[in-house]
């Protein structure tokens, strides 16, 4: 692959973490259970998220890892607990759409 080539499709798709947040934020909108601290509750898998993100389950992993670190989510038996969904938005690098209010 060129570098031309390779600069666009950096252009044209986001990293896998702005993917992550944005599917994590938007399946917390729609399928999250909040609970009494605050977190929401996502019934998704490792695999599930990846098949979403479009990524590979190693680098949904990978990126899991680096926001349970930060204290943005934590990863259980086949759930995700978003501890700070508005710390998550922050995790964005680039100007992208994401407009979740009612999960702040």
């Known amino acids: 692959?060129?570098?031309?080539?390779m600069r666009l499709e950096d252009l044209i798709f986001p990293p896998v973490a702005n993917r992550l947040v944005l599917t994590l934020l938007w399946q917390a909108r729609r399928h999250g259970t909040k609970e009494?601290?605050?977190g929401i509750n996502l019934p998704l898998t490792q695999k599930d998220l990846a098949h979403l993100v479009g990524a590979s389950r190693e680098a949904v992993a990978d990126q899991i890892a680096v926001f349970k670190?930060?204290?943005?989510?934590?990863p259980g038996y086949r759930s995700i607990k978003l501890t700070n969904p508005?710390?998550?938005?922050q995790?964005?690098?680039t100007e992208t759409e994401c407009d979740?209010?009612?999960l702040l």
């Open 36 to 38: 009494a601290d605050g």
């Open 86 to 89: 508005k710390g998550l938005m």
């Open 91 to 93: 995790t964005l690098t």
């Open 100 to 102: 979740f209010p009612e």
């Open 1 to 5: 692959m060129n570098r031309l080539e």
């Open 69 to 74: 670190q930060a204290g943005l989510l934590l």
